[in-house]
Nanobody, 111 residues
């Protein structure tokens, strides 16, 4: 089993920044993909960013140039730096490691 704990969500004004963190614990595969998805009310869950242990990185088109994913493999932690936030980024953000999910953290961007 793998446990994921997110932190860093909150309320921010449009144009602002937030940094999400996710710490993984438990039986973590040495090769894995960690990342973030988000779900806004009434919308399907969207993969935002993901990074593999060997370095392959994915960003959704909607966040390219604004969000940056990074990892600390020694600490089994993944981060999501979110800049130039807009109300369209408002959602619950979930951390994921392979098929495991965290509980989610709310990000609200006011206009």
């Amino acid at each position: 089993q793998v446990q994921l704990v997110e932190s860093g969500g909150g309320l921010v004004q449009s144009g602002g920044s937030l940094r999400l963190s996710c710490a993984a614990s438990g039986r973590i595969p040495s090769i894995n993909a960690m990342g973030w998805t988000r779900q806004a009310p009434g919308k399907p869950r969207e993969l935002v960013a993901r990074q593999h242990t060997v370095g392959a990185t994915y960003y959704a088109d909607s966040v390219k140039g604004r969000f940056t994913i990074s990892r600390d493999n020694a600490k089994n932690t993944v981060f999501l730096q979110m800049n130039s936030l807009s109300p369209e980024d408002t959602a619950v953000y979930y951390c994921a490691l392979n098929a495991y999910w965290g509980q989610g953290t709310q990000v609200t961007v006011s206009s």
